[in-house]
């Protein structure tokens, strides 16, 4: 069974950073793209960013997503956080072979229970 947990969440001042870590079991990260989403207080899920199986990292703006093959995790750095990143921080795939970014950004259907991210003074 494919199944992921996040970790690293917690409360960070504004302008400050924070890592958040993803671990697989069950199935291995090289083949899988993964997909980073947020939810915020009665506001709809919100999508990241994504890394393919290819790529050992990416970047969107202030978040960057990187991956450890070795030990089967993938992380988010973010950076420069405010108060509007407040947020449950998810991170999911799709399970299929051969998935890709465009299809884990819209059709996961693997996710963990996330991890709660609060940025305040």
């Known amino acids: 069974q494919w199944q992921l947990v996040e970790s690293g969440g917690g409360l960070v001042q504004p302008g400050g950073s924070l890592k958040l870590s993803c671990t697989a079991s069950g199935f291995t990260l090289d083949y899988s793209p993964i997909g980073w989403f947020r939810q915020a207080p009665g506001k709809e899920r919100e999508r990241i960013a994504c890394i393919e199986p290819s790529d050992e990292s990416t970047m969107k703006g202030r978040f960057t997503i990187s991956r450890d093959n070795v030990n089967n995790k993938v992380y988010l750095q973010m950076d420069n956080l405010k108060p509007e990143d407040t947020a449950i921080y998810y991170c999911?795939?799709?399970?299929?072979?051969?998935?890709?970014?465009?299809?884990?950004?819209?059709?996961?259907?693997?996710w963990g229970q996330g991890t709660q991210v609060t940025v305040s003074s």
């Open positions: 999911a795939t799709e399970w299929a072979r051969g998935s890709s970014c465009p299809r884990v950004l819209n059709l996961s259907d693997v």
